[in-house]
């Protein structure tokens, strides 16, 4: 396999394509009619579905090909049908856990994080109906713990998750936690309009704690940090061009009201981790984070809360961030310490499936490749 030296290499990053009714043959019976789902439009283009709305195209990708993709969608937008059908150009390694698994190998890792593919698209689309919201991401859970069954130890599914229904939540925790998954994506976002800090989500962070699934965040179709007007010219509706040049803010912001407000000082065994939302940002987003506290504690007499320690210890402490191999992560090391965690973004077309060798020589970066990602799943 692709370890170093007896090492074991983990990709922090890669995603499992769900079957067109995924959502409704994992649901409760009585909720279906909310269930998603990809169906064929009239000429043969497959899309992600809600209630018949379209949401995003499903689409067979190929880590590089980014400008194809936007060319069958653009294909797709005019009516025309597609070059090839969806389900007879689909990989068996993109949605089965045992060929996923059989894949490692040719990628160079030994065990992977495997989050949703299209469970990145909906979930602002479905914002207004939390019951259905919860409905379907139930039901990816429950095909999270199948997942986790059947990947032999190397598999790593992440959960969807939310925080605003805490009693669902912690029924979910349980579920999630008794079937070995360890990982859940939540937004990083406003919950119906309260901060992640707010002292009412207390016991959402201690419901993590307590189950030993970590959260993280993730390039997801979610409530912004900045105001819709910002987006209103663009016509994407899942990943407009601010959302993709303002990658980090949301993870930002939310890591920044984590500290600043005493979220991670009350929960000392919180862990969370931040995935594709980019690394590089992180040795500015210290630096201002101790900054921003102390002068706003000089000016005002005192803290927002009161800290034992420096604001970007708490980050140091608590979080583990995916640094793709292009935004040298040695030296972001060097700078911020070891907190981040190599990722393949496999198999999307702006992911890579050379993850061993676009590394290189970090691959003897034993935290980079491996002990962060246990860190996480609280196997170390």
Not at 1 to 22: C, F, N, P
Not at 72 to 86: D, F, I, K, T
């Amino acid at each position: 396999m692709g370890g170093h030296k007896g090492a074991t290499v983990i990709d922090s990053d890669q995603h499992l394509y769900e079957s067109r009714t995924l959502w409704a043959d994992h649901m409760d019976p009585g909720l279906r009619d909310r269930a998603l789902a990809i169906v064929d439009d009239e000429v043969g283009n497959a899309w992600l579905t809600w209630r018949g709305e379209r949401i995003v195209m499903a689409d067979v990708t190929v880590p590089g090909e980014t400008a194809e993709v936007g060319q069958r969608l653009q294909r797709a937008l005019r009516g025309e049908a597609p070059a090839h059908r969806y389900d007879e150009i689909l990989p068996k390694s993109f949605w089965d856990p045992a060929a996923r698994v059989d894949e490692l190998a040719a990628l160079g890792v030994d065990e992977s994080v495997l989050f949703p593919n299209y469970g990145l698209a909906w979930e602002r689309t479905l914002e207004g109906d939390l019951e259905a919201s919860l409905a379907n991401m139930g039901a990816w859970n429950r095909w999270a713990v199948a997942v986790a069954h059947d990947g032999r130890g190397v598999l790593h599914p992440v959960a969807h998750l939310t925080l605003r229904d805490l009693d669902w939540l912690e029924q979910q925790l349980g579920a999630l936690a008794a079937g070995g998954v360890r990982l859940g994506m939540i937004s990083p976002g406003l919950v119906d309009g309260k901060p992640l800090s707010h002292p009412e989500l207390d016991r959402a962070w201690a419901a993590f704690v307590a189950h030993g699934v970590t959260p993280v965040f993730h390039v997801e179709n979610v409530t912004r940090p900045f105001d819709d007007a910002w987006f209103a010219s663009d016509p994407e509706p899942t990943n407009p061009a601010l959302a993709s040049v303002f990658l980090w803010a949301g993870a930002g912001l939310a890591l920044a009201d984590l500290t600043v407000n005493g979220t991670f000082q009350r929960h000392p065994d919180l862990r969370l981790g931040v995935m594709e939302l980019s690394a590089v940002w992180l040795p500015m987003f210290l630096m201002y984070l101790d900054g921003g506290v102390a002068f706003h504690e000089r000016l005002h007499g005192a803290p927002v809360a009161e800290l034992a320690d420096r604001p970007s210890d708490y980050v140091r402490r608590h979080v583990r961030i995916a640094a793709f191999s292009y935004e040298d992560p040695v030296r972001l090391t060097r700078q911020c310490g070891d907190l981040f965690m190599s990722c393949s973004d496999w198999p999307h077309s702006e992911g890579t499936a050379t993850p061993r060798s676009d590394y290189g020589e970090t691959l003897t970066a034993r935290g980079l490749h491996g002990a962060n990602v246990d860190w996480l799943l609280r196997r170390s």
